[in-house]
């Protein structure tokens, strides 16, 4: 599975402790006075990597945010060790609490704790969280990194969407104080003004962009792979981008001021550059080499089921739902897909079984009737439409039948093509076919985005492979960068609504769910808008992504945690 950059924001708008881990039976574990962890001995992490860089306000790929944040980059708030499934809550991290907010959800405040402490052992202030949070709007971190402080604190923006701050490289008086009337210190605590309503910016500010960073130790866009630490591991030499590093135990991380983190291991291992399949089959041999080791990137679906057949190995995985759902997005501002039912008859005959299979079964994906998935409040296992995990095709025909349309209804998709996705896509063009569709796939091998969202396309194409992942736990991530046309429709093309979708009271409707103060209802607003635009057939969800990690016999503590995209969760792994 491709390494998942989390979007650069286009759009302006938009809890249980951690379980302790088994360590009975251990031998050569010591406790440390001042960490509070047992240590364990070395973890050996495997990934493909690469990985692009540890600087916080540059990191953008899912898998490295997951890791960095458990092992060195500590940030406001964070989400509990092991996190799955339905409402999941963030905790206060370096802040003592969730942070606080307004009436008017524009103004949060977060208190740092006491005690956090640099790998230097000098003291992590406010005013490093606000100097972190500057360079996200200098360069290189502007064009490289997230950009959710451009998109939301109340900074003036200039005609082309760019901010009026310069970032604190540049003398700018103008923009400085722009900045520092939106992101303000009193004492320890930290304020952000924000443009625009949010009941969920306590989860935004969990992403690293919004670290600190010890001005003093800025490296500025010379260092990539430069590490300085307030988590419970920093990094022992110089990060190999060929190889990778190790981290060892941040001799100044204070467990008592950490409610996140378990650090059990002594040191991680981190090795990048070994293929999914060659780390996989080296972690279930179980050789002494690789007995501490852990793999994270998904094993290849051909190995999934042996992996779940064999009991012992069983136990040393974790399947936990990824990143990406898939869906279609049907072109309604031009050609046969305007038509609704058209639309509903190509929903209706949409095989996901068939699609699920092709993709390696149920240890690799589950079908998905709406965007929302299940590791997001607001999910709904229901089918809106009714087509059934196989499709109807006899409805979807009699649907095409009330069309006005003449039979066979040509249909043009478009795919970005790997092996298994050719598979897959004809796996749905059987069902689309019985239905009285003539299919004409499209597979496109490279730049897919790039070419689906380029002007013209539309003339050429029916329907658009997609898939999407969400920012942090929240339908605010998903609905809103999808359907809003505000955003997304303009002359130069239609940015992720690849379907050109524009409904003013979809958009008004985004605008209201937004504005709500509670959660729950945000949640619940935010699942009714998805199954009503599943039932219109403005997509057409297809499958859920799973993941499968694999660990040696002497890892202990193998979870995952969705709301970090189904990585593994280093806060709690630790090793015999």
């Known amino acids: 599975m491709q390494a998942r ?61 997951a890791f960095a944040g458990r092992v060195f980059a500590r940030t ?37 704790r006491s005690g956090v402490a640099w790998q230097d052992g000098s003291p992590v202030t406010c005013e490093d969280v606000r100097y972190g949070v500057s360079r996200s709007f200098a360069q290189p971190f502007a064009t490289e990194g997230l950009t959710y402080p451009l998109a939301y604190l109340d900074i003036p923006r200039k005609a082309d969407g760019s901010s009026t701050y310069p970032g604190p490289y540049a003398k700018d008086a103008k923009g400085q104080a722009a900045f520092d009337k939106a992101v303000s210190c009193e004492g320890q605590t930290v304020t952000f003004r ?62 008592g001021s950490d409610p996140i983190r378990q650090a059990k291991p002594v040191s991680i291992h981190y090795i990048e550059g070994t293929e999914s399949q060659t780390a996989v089959q080296q972690v279930i041999n179980d050789d002494e080499a690789h007995q501490r ?6 094993a290849p679906p051909a190995m999934q089921q042996h992996i779940l057949s064999d009991n012992a190995l069983k136990a040393r995985s ?68 009714g087509s059934g995990p196989a499709g109807d095709a006899a409805r979807a025909r009699a649907a095409l039948q009330e069309s006005g349309l003449t039979l066979p209804v040509k249909v043009r998709v478009a795919y970005r093509s790997t092996p298994t996705a050719d598979k897959a896509m004809a796996a749905l063009s059987n069902g689309w076919e019985d239905a009285g569709f003539a299919v004409q796939l499209q597979p496109i091998a490279k730049d897919y985005f790039a070419e689906v969202s380029a002007p013209g396309r539309a003339d050429q194409t029916d329907v658009f492979w997609a898939n999407w992942a969400p920012a942090w736990p929240s339908a605010s991530t998903v609905i809103p960068p999808l359907f809003d046309s505000r955003i997304n429709v303009t002359k130069s093309g239609n940015g ?39 039932k219109r057939a403005i997509f057409v969800a297809l499958a859920q992504r799973k993941a499968l990690y694999v660990a040696g016999s002497s890892v202990t503590g193998l979870r995952a945690n969705e709301a970090l995209g189904g990585f593994v969760d280093l806060a709690t792994v630790g090793v015999k």
């Open 5 to 65: 950059r989390l979007p650069r924001t286009r759009f302006l708008a938009a809890s249980a402790a951690a379980a302790a881990l088994a360590v009975s039976g251990c031998t050569g574990i010591t406790s440390d006075d001042r960490t509070g962890a047992a240590e364990s001995g070395e973890l050996t992490v495997l990934s493909l990597g690469p990985v692009a860089t540890w600087d916080p306000q540059r990191l953008s790929t899912a898998q490295d945010i």
């Open 76 to 112: 406001l708030t964070a989400f509990p060790a092991g996190a799955s499934g339905g409402a999941q809550n963030v905790e206060g991290d370096l802040a003592t609490t969730a942070g606080t907010v307004d009436r008017t959800l524009k103004t949060w405040s977060f208190t740092l």
């Open 194 to 255: 924000l443009s625009t309503p949010m009941a969920d910016f306590n989860q935004v500010v969990a992403l690293p962009v919004f670290a600190p960073v010890k001005q003093a130790q800025d490296k500025a866009g010379d260092g990539t792979y430069a590490v300085f630490s307030n988590g419970p591991y920093q990094l022992r030499s110089e990060w190999d981008p060929s190889a990778g590093g190790t981290f060892e135990r941040n001799p100044n991380w204070d467990k």
């Open 293 to 298: 080791s852990v793999t994270l990137d998904s």
């Open 318 to 385: 974790v399947n936990p739902s990824a990143q990406f759902v898939d869906y279609l997005a049907p072109n309604v501002s031009k050609g046969v897909m305007r038509n609704p039912k058209a639309r509903e008859a190509f929903a209706l005959a949409t095989n996901r079984e068939g699609y699920v299979t092709a993709l390696g079964g149920a240890s690799a994906a589950s079908a998905a009737y709406t965007l929302i998935g299940p590791s997001l409040p607001g999910h709904n296992d229901a089918d809106p439409i």
């Open 496 to 534: 992720r609504d690849i379907g050109g979708f524009t409904d003013e009271a979809v958009n008004r409707e985004i605008t209201r769910i937004g504005a709500l103060p509670d959660l729950a209802s945000q949640a619940s607003a935010w699942g009714a808008l998805d199954a009503s635009l599943a």
